[in-house]
């Protein structure tokens, strides 16, 4: 392969970080171990450097082990990444503080599910970008390869775009509480030397509060009693949603998709379209006499569908794919088949789901599962991750093997009601590490008593790369758990930029 | 009052840095506002400066602020500290970062409950001590009053004791994970700076398996099927629980008291005596016999009894008073009228406690109320928070006056099955702060939906503290948050040697 690809370069560098971290790893200590690291080699098909992850990446791999010397084998660099992965999880630490590795072995490893994403959502609470960076390293700790980036919502719009830099400034919170566009790139940067994708989410119809903040015209009045602007609990707000009979909107709107497509690099972009309730468009008269002169008789599905199909030409056109909630394929909009579906419905049960996964796939589309997997929902003890461990995508499966291919994976979801810098890692940790290993791993890796110690050793090895994961059972780690000397959470080795 | 009272100096030190916080109080901003602070007076009445704090403290305090001025006048020390906490609640930023005040304002204030207790577990999991000390400084900023430490239990012996050496040697999880005699001198000083006791729990004799690594001859042998050291899931250990009929052990035990008592100066040792489960005591022949012999037809709230009553015996000649869980007064124990009775049954449903707490009282005992508020179980969202604020202890209260007065207080109890260095700081706060204010504030202020705002300044206000408290509410609190450049988290003023 190309010897000078950055990736391998970065990751090599990032590795040996891991594998002698600061001041756990004894250089001075005297070598007295068995199954001491003599050498390494990374060998990989491709003779290319990709430049950025997509839908087709290839990341089996396999690792061999033999009197203390690795070879790492893959098809492409990504392969060679979780390859990288895998071999650090097989070291440990000897008395003395030297790095050792476990007896001769062979491993070939690929993933169960090609898409394995992480929800974030910084419009609620604003996540500081040396935050996001170390979950993007985590994330590739647990071989998660997509971070959906819900990045804007009624809350707070923290994205600054090159020409509609009002959205950002009539939309965030306060100027500390934004993404520059050299933020966007940053990161997105740091998540491709990592082989995860950032594909970033412009919700709406719905979600578009901060939006109207500086397009108010696109948003439609709700009525009530004769009144304009009269919001109901629990019902409809003053204005909201975007108004789809609004021609002058689609414009500006492609623009901003076009701004989204030059700042986000992923072949995909999120177009949302979840939640749209029906009760505003519904009360405003100007909607309900241009639903009649488009004979839309009274179904409020066609104009979401009008709507959608709008944004969705659009990205097409963009040369861009969708992936969109699945409210949109349920209100029948007519999607192309290029598009993804992502279920999330049935959140925090685990029911429902299954049904619609049969006839998503069943129509031709790829989909990606999320109902089961919303951890922002948190409750007391082993419970939870149990649950979302034990989860089998395909245990309802009535389809053929054609459309099984169709499921691509599955997403984690972090919502962020509740959740920003001051624990959104100890909210991620281990706790997502659990839906990771049901993603990667075959299906009959499924027992979460046995998962459970696996579990708690990655906590523990997380600690150990800087990032303050939570206990699973009750023990220790060892001398380097977050408040002590030795703990490296802070390190500049882990860090970016924060808190030094 | 004596001009060198240390409590003071310290507290006026430590409140110019909550005040003036590093990075963000701007020091060189024009001041162009009219509620700039002039002068601040502390008037103390009692010319004494205490050693520490305890069941008698005053903590009543008034404050006159007039033209930027401000008066802080108290009957004690104890009064300072915490008309200091709320003067610096009184206080903002303006635009520029300069402080300011709230307008003229008079201030008479005193807590409900005397006994406004947190209950930390280092047991199941290890807290460092920088750690520790950043959570006692939060308490301070709550007005909690006692650091009720849960110090020792089946997991861990972390406890340093003179004589005791092996204690630890055997009991603790590694030689990181160990309170020394210094460490522990050094927490109890920085809480009585802050006006905060620290009580001791030695938890026995159930959740004494640490120290039957170094006595095992204390514990009592399991049996089953006529064989010893029989394990039975869900029922019983090989071997658990102390065996009071062992009289060689209560010699040992007065010493281990000894020890506590020298190292720990509060009035009170508390003394656990919770979840006593009799199945291993009934297997054991030894203990059959030896019942029979003792006349305690077949009643094993008799030998919890005597028991109980020995420890009991051994902390009031130690000339301490002791603290006991409900389960002793509920086995019939012959207890001291000085003892307090704590109630956790009921936990996490907030039912049962009332009726106990009429019967205790009745019985002259002081009680201490936690059922309500085991904040280590987590749910979702405000639901949680509002569940604890709203209650009211005496709710379903039919004692007379005198009875009412027994009830001196609360303690939030933060069990750390799944809590270590890594999420206490975000599980406890603000949650228990909501508690806070129950046990703080008169009856009547009891409405969630307007103690909500405050909870999210709470968090805020701690956030600007260094402690990284969780969301309460979509939003945000400034360019000081966790992850921000400005961010005080780990800024020296407001940390005790970690991470820097």
Known sequence: MDDDCDIIEKNVEHYKNILFP???????????????????????????????????????????????????????????????????????????????????TIIFDEPRFSYRGLLLDTSRHFIPVPVLKKQIDAMSYNKFNVFHWHIVDDQSFPLELPTFKNLSINGRYSKA??????????????ARIRGIRVIPEFDSPGHVNTFGKTYPEFLTVCWHNGKPYQPIYG?????????????PMYPVLESVLEEFK????????HLGNDEVYYDCWKSNPQITEWMENMNFS?????????????????VDKLDKKAIVWEDVYENGVKIDLRTKIQLWKGAPENISWADTLNKVTADGYEVILSSPWYINYISYGYKE????????????????EEQKKKIVGGEVCLWSEYVDGSNIESRLWPRASSIAERLWSPAHVNDPEDAKFRLDEQRCRLLRRGIPASPVLNGYCGDYEYGMEKSVIFEKEFNYGWPN
């Open 22 to 104: 600061p001041k756990i790893y004894d250089e001075e200590a005297i070598q007295d171990h068995d199954n001491l690291l003599n050498r390494i080699r990374i060998l990989i098909d491709d003779d290319g450097c990709p430049e950025y992850p997509g839908d087709g990446m290839d990341e089996s791999y396999s690792i061999k082990i033999i009197d203390g010397s690795a070879d790492l084998q893959s098809k492409s660099v990504w392969g060679a990444i979780r390859a990288l992965e895998t071999f650090s999880q097989l070291t440990f630490f000897t008395d003395d503080n030297k790095l050792a590795i476990n007896d001769s």
């Open 177 to 190: 509480h934004v993404y520059s566009m050299d933020d966007v790139k940053d990161i997105i940067d740091h």
């Open 235 to 247: 019902v409809q707000g003053k204005a909201e949603i975007f108004n789809p009979s609004f021609e």
């Open 262 to 269: 030059e700042l986000f690099v992923d072949d995909y972009i």
């Open 298 to 314: 009274n179904d409020y599905s066609h104009l979401q569908a009008y709507y959608s199909s709008k944004l969705l030409k659009t």
């Open 385 to 400: 991750w149990y649950n979302w461990y034990t989860v089998e995508p395909l245990k309802d499966f009535k389809g053929t």
